[in-house]
Structures are given as C-alpha cells and as structure tokens.
C-alpha cells in the first residue's frame, strides 16, 4: 500500500517559537494533501486542504497566518505553527490523496507529530 | 454540509464475540462515500471499509461489515470473531464529490476487547 510519512513523530518547543512538521508521500504523487488537528480523546478536525503549487484552502476557524502551509513538491507538504502558544499543543495529521480514476481518491495517512508547547 | 454523528463513546466486546458500531450521517448531496476508520494505540489511521452511497450491496472485508441503510442515514459497522488487535478507536467518515475529498469524521467509538 502507499505510505505517507511525517517528521519529527513528536516535538517539543519553548512558546514562541515556530514548529514546521513534514508530511510526504514516499510512492506516489499528491497533488493534493490534508492536515487534521487531533485533540486528545478527540476525532480529526481538518485544518486546510493543501494544494501543490497553489494557496493553501483553510478551514473556517483556523488562522492561516497562525498555521503556515506549503505545497512545495508533488511529494512535500509542510505545516508551520508559528508563535507556538501550550494552545497549540496538539496530534498534527496529515493525509495524501492518491489520484486515481474515480471519486473518490484514496486518502492515505501519515503516522501524526505530537507538538508539544512549554 | 456533512454531519456524522457516533452515538457510542465506548464499547466492550468479549473476544471471538461480535460488535456493532453505530454511526448515523446527514448530507443532502447524493454522490457520497462513507468510511470507517481504525485508530490503534500507534495513532496510525487505518481504513477498515468504505461504502458507495449508490450501492445498495453492503460492504465486507473479513471480519468486518456494514449494514449500511440509506433511507435512514446510517451505516454501522460490525466486527466478527473480535481480536485483541481490534482494540483502538474507530471513525466513522463521510465525503461528498462536492467537497473534493474532504472527509467529515464522527466523534469516535473506543473498542474494548476482553480476553
């Protein structure tokens, strides 16, 4: 199956500094990937739709100067939390989306970063 | 706008025995697909099944099945012959052609199983 991978896997960070967490498709191409927020206990909110070569589709409710997104390459997304606050604290998912044929396309996950504000 | 709705926070299933999940979702689109999501202990999201909304033939994969009922919005999701790997919590998803591929996840159900 596709595997999408993240890096770091968890982080620890002084408040106000930025974070960037790496989310790639290790096999195929993503023109388009997702990243979710997960609260403990919790389900999966999504934050933005990411786009290569494109501005990032933010969600309603989530600052996007706050949460910087970057398409870079067919295989590269990257979220940068900026000014980190202990709010931010949080699981970081993301997800890639395999284009095939039909809708939908198969979304395949990456492992999650855990962030962690002091 | 999609909604999923999970009314069981918590199930204990003894193992070897069956367990239903329930899920109930609201869209007015007709173009959907509905999901159910497996979240171990690792965090890694792992997709058990997906249903077409216009295929009234349940989904099956193993151990696991929907009974999935359009008219009433809800897709269930059973597992048979419990096995102590099926612990973990479990999503149900939606995602409407209108939303390019944006899925819409329920609050969770934990699975417990007993040995």
């Known amino acids: 199956g596709a595997v999408v991978s993240q890096h770091p896997s968890w982080v620890i960070c002084k408040s106000g500094t930025s974070v960037k967490i790496e989310c790639r498709s290790l096999?195929?191409?993503?023109?388009?990937m997702f990243w979710y927020r997960q609260f403990p206990k919790q389900s999966l909110m999504l934050m933005a739709t990411?786009?290569?070569?494109?501005?990032?589709?933010?969600e309603q409710g989530v600052e996007k100067d706050k949460f910087l997104i970057n398409h870079a390459s067919l295989t590269l997304s990257t979220l940068t939390v900026t000014s980190a606050h202990p709010e931010d604290s949080s699981f970081y998912i993301c997800?890639?989306?395999?284009?095939?044929?039909?809708?939908?396309?198969?979304?395949?996950f990456g492992p999650g970063t855990r962030l962690t504000v002091l | 706008a999609q909604t999923v709705t999970q009314s069981q926070p918590e199930m204990s299933v003894q193992e070897a025995e069956t367990v239903t999940l329930s899920c109930t979702y609201d869209?007015?689109?007709?173009?959907?697909?509905l999901f159910w999501y497996k979240q171990p202990p690792s965090r890694q999201m792992i997709l058990v099944i997906r249903?077409?909304?216009?295929?009234?033939q349940n989904a099956t994969e193993n151990r696991f099945s929907v009974n999935f009922q359009k008219a009433a919005k809800s897709f269930s999701l059973k597992i048979s012959d419990s096995q102590l790997g099926d612990a973990a919590m479990y999503f149900c998803?939606?995602?409407?052609?209108?939303?390019?591929?944006?899925?819409?996840f329920g609050g969770g159900t934990r699975v417990l199983v007993k040995p």
């Open positions: 096999d195929f191409q993503a023109t388009t």
């Open positions: 869209t007015s689109e007709s173009d959907y697909y």
């Open positions: 997800s890639a989306r395999r284009p095939g044929t039909s809708f939908p396309d198969t979304q395949y």
């Open positions: 990411s786009n290569e070569g494109s501005k990032a589709t933010y």
């Open positions: 998803a939606s995602t409407i052609k209108a939303a390019g591929n944006k899925l819409t």
């Open positions: 249903q077409e909304a216009y295929k009234q």
